[in-house]
């Protein structure tokens, strides 16, 4: 997992296809109320979220096998578990969602506005927990990157 500013991805060294998309996000228009899918680039794609955060004991442990997810919070603060996806058990993965449901512990770190974080697949991830300091309602956008661009050339 890469967790850090949204101001600081200019350190990284991401595929022209993944920095334009990050880049697209500073212009593009997204509809939070309701929730629109934005389709971009080389089967990238935005998911907008708006969402009341909730105790741990009532968010699931999560991991993808398909895309990388990249969280961009907007607005709020949520606590955002993580755990490498080998140290937990899993329950089926659900292809057709590309949702693996996991148990176990989860580190939790706070999650502010301007922040970013990358979710690859042997990240398993649990957002939107209620902590000290955090928001009733969080709105963010999820970036999905198809694991095969990530992987290419490209």
Sequence with gaps: ?????????????LKKPVRDAL????????SFDPAQRVDLTDGIFILPQRYRVK?????????????IDVHVMVDGVEGVGYAPRAQLASHGYD?????????GEVAVVPFRAGQCAFMFPEDAH???????GS???VTKLVVKI??????SQK
Excluded at 55 to 67: D, F, G, L
Excluded at 126 to 132: F, W
Aim: net charge negative; charged share 25%; aromatic share 8%.
């Design 55 to 67: 105790p741990m004991e009532e968010r699931a442990i999560e991991a993808h096998q398909k895309y």
């Design 23 to 30: 880049a697209s996000l500073k212009t593009l228009k997204v």
């Design 126 to 132: 649990m957002t939107g927990i209620q902590i000290p």
């Design 146 to 151: 198809p694991i095969s661009l990530w992987k």
């Design 95 to 103: 292809a057709a969602h590309d949702m693996e449901r996991l148990t």
């Design 1 to 13: 997992m890469i967790f850090d500013a949204v101001e600081n991805l200019s350190w990284y060294s």
């Design 135 to 137: 928001s009733d309602v």
